[in-house]
């Protein structure tokens, strides 16, 4: 009796244990700044959800969780005094779990109204905030990646529009400016005065005299891929490994060079992508190397990765500064591109848990463009949208029907475009604050409009940090 009693105990120990750790995993990704929920009630009749709060409060943040995903569009509004309620969010979907950043507003009650649904619905969770009174105590980085081909900088350099979006940028990562060779050369794609003629035009317009962001870093990406293996290499990634392996030390001392000679303060390895363990522990190995060789010199490695793939080894983890999670180009179950529940929370806990990175390494990528719901390769740019559609937007779009494009076989076609607007750049920006991560990386800056528009994404950005976080840069 007693041996039976030893192993049901035993039992309800490892279950328990069980239990614990599926708590503390799951929590993972989720916004765990906000503690003081101001929720006191909910009350639902139909589809109208009724939150009242605990007495008059500030509030501009709520946390939505949907069992059922079938919301297509709903609306939040705030009671004002007269009894009238004002709308101070909306959004397509609620889309499992959502960190809403709302429009603030001082109230005791707050209202949920479903428009449109597929199905039945059901919200098993709202949560209710005043960011302000929990603001984030780290920093928060903010990464663009800017394409400078075709003099875009130079182009540029006198337009206020453009460069005052420098101001919210800590890391600006120059991308496909330079690749590596088969010798393990380092190769200026455009020429090696163009590129240094985009760093002398980057520190121009950091500089007191345009955005005043004297602190802002250069990052430059390195493609670690595209010319160190021949074009006609049946399997180009055990090519690359095996470049890696064979011109390790040269390929290191060359990139040293590169940054000392052109002051640049980080090198971004993109490698798209390794396969199968030996090559990511020779990615590893070349990270660990490369920043020995940075370190010293006060600059660092950052790296470009997916969410779905990452077996970097600890001391690679440990060497590299940040993550460049690219959280774009992928369609959820509805065909919608870079949706909010894919690529966050979700996008986040299946990296973490699949990487090994911890949260404050990772920056949640952005994309400023939208593509069809077809996955056509169309890529169209927030600034092209914005500019045929300035009557028609406005913050809480992400969808446009019957959009009307040319496809790559030259036949006139018409779909959804969805697209991240304003409030999604606002959401998943208080969403990456919240849930611990390191920051956000853009792609790119130069699809934004002009920083004096209200709509830029930029300010999307700056509006969710200067909310959330108390170290503001």
């Not at 240094?196 to 891929?225: W, Y």
């Not at 993109?270 to 020995?292: A, C, M």
């Not at 909010?340 to 990175?357: G, L, P």
């Not at 002009?450 to 509006?463: P, V």
Request: aromatic share 10%.
């Amino acid at each position: 009796m007693k041996k039976l009693l030893s192993i049901l105990l035993c039992c309800i120990l490892v279950a328990s244990c069980c239990l614990l750790f599926v708590g503390c995993s799951n929590n993972k990704g989720k916004a765990t700044l906000y503690s003081d929920n101001l929720v006191q009630e909910v009350e639902n009749k139909g589809d109208i959800y009724t939150v009242t709060l605990k007495g008059k409060q500030r509030v501009d943040t709520m946390i939505l969780e949907e069992k059922t995903d079938n919301v297509t569009s709903f609306g939040v509004y705030g009671k004002e005094d007269d009894g009238s309620y004002t709308l101070i969010y909306k959004q397509n979907r609620i889309d499992k779990y959502r960190v809403c950043s709302l429009d603030e507003i001082v109230t005791n009650e707050l209202r949920i109204e479903i428009y449109n649904k597929q199905g039945n619905v059901k919200i098993n969770n709202i949560e209710a905030y005043d960011s302000e009174a929990v603001k984030r105590e780290t920093s928060f980085r903010v990464v663009d990646y800017i394409l400078s081909t075709d003099q875009k900088l130079q182009n540029n350099q006198n337009k206020k529009d453009f460069y005052n979006h420098f101001k919210v940028v800590d890391d600006l990562l120059l991308f496909g400016d330079i690749s590596m060779g088969t010798d393990a050369n380092v190769i200026y794609n455009e020429g090696k005065e163009d590129f240094v003629s985009d760093i002398e035009t980057i520190n121009l317009l950091k500089g007191e005299t345009k955005a005043n962001n004297p602190d802002m870093k250069i990052v430059v990406n390195v493609d670690i891929r595209s010319k160190s293996v021949s074009s006609d290499e049946k399997k180009p990634n055990k090519a690359v490994y095996k470049w890696i392996k064979k011109n390790m030390n040269t390929i290191v001392s060359n990139l040293v060079a590169f940054a000392n000679e052109h002051n640049v303060d980080g090198l971004n390895l993109d490698w798209n992508y390794p396969e199968n363990g030996t090559q990511w522990n020779w990615f590893s190995k070349l990270i660990v190397e490369l920043d020995k060789q940075l370190d010293g010199a006060g600059k660092y490695v950052t790296v470009s990765l997916t969410p779905n793939s990452c077996s970097l080894s600890k001391k690679a983890r440990n060497a590299i500064e940040y993550v460049n999670l690219q959280t774009y180009d992928m369609f959820d179950e509805r065909g919608e591109h870079s949706s909010n529940y894919e690529t966050c929370i979700h996008s986040v806990q299946t990296f973490m848990q699949k990487s090994k990175f911890t949260a404050d390494k990772i920056m949640l990528g952005l994309p400023f463009y939208g593509r069809t719901t077809n996955q056509s390769t169309i890529i169209v740019g927030y600034d092209a949208y914005y500019e045929k559609n300035t009557t028609s937007i406005n913050k809480w779009i992400n969808k446009r029907e019957n959009y009307n494009y040319v496809g790559e076989d030259g036949i006139e076609k018409y779909s959804y475009l969805y697209y991240n607007g304003y409030a999604m750049i606002r959401d998943k920006t208080t969403y990456a604050i919240a849930s611990g991560l390191g920051g956000v990386s853009v792609f790119k800056f130069d699809f934004d409009i002009g920083e004096d528009k209200e709509l830029s994404l930029h300010n999307a950005i700056k509006d969710a940090i200067s909310r959330g976080v108390k170290v503001t840069q």
